[in-house]
């Protein structure tokens, strides 16, 4: 089993105590300086293994909201496209379709269910307009 750094500081620290050293004398002083200055590394360090923890978790949680806004921006599909044909059909259906009025030159856009329904009125003039869906619009 290995042992963390603070763990091989609070060792060093009792077996410093263990040799009843003086802490009046110079050496003792210094000793007694380093063990300080270990226990504060040993302490920090554990603060930034923590605070790496925490990032990591946060970076991993990232990495699934990127994949899942992937999934979504790029259209992609785990089901091995069974629902390809009706997935085309939604598609039809939030197309928007788009002509111009002959009699006042009006843009007109219109959804599939207006396509589908064979004509509408020019929102402009009222002029009564036909449309015809291709066979391809139409499956």
Not at 11 to 27: Q, R, V
Not at 48 to 60: F, G, K, Q, R, W
Not at 64 to 85: C, G, P, Q, T
Request: glycine content about 6%; hydrophobic content about 35%.
């Amino acid at each position: 089993m290995d042992m963390t750094i603070g763990e091989k500081v609070s060792y060093i620290k009792g077996l410093a105590e263990g040799l009843a050293l003086d802490e009046a004398t110079k050496e003792g002083k210094i000793i007694a300086a380093m063990l300080d200055v270990l226990s504060d590394i040993a302490e920090n360090l554990k603060e930034v293994d923590e605070e790496l923890d925490d990032i990591a978790d946060v970076m991993t949680d990232m990495e699934e909201s990127v994949a899942d806004l992937e999934d979504i921006v790029y259209d992609i599909d785990d089901d091995d496209d069974e629902d390809d044909y009706d997935d085309e059909f939604e598609d039809d259906l939030d197309e928007l379709y788009e002509t111009t009025c002959p009699a006042c030159s009006n843009t007109i856009r219109f959804d599939y269910e207006q396509a589908a329904a064979g004509g509408m009125d020019c929102p402009n003039c009222g002029e009564h307009l036909e449309f015809e869906l291709d066979d391809d619009d139409a499956e």
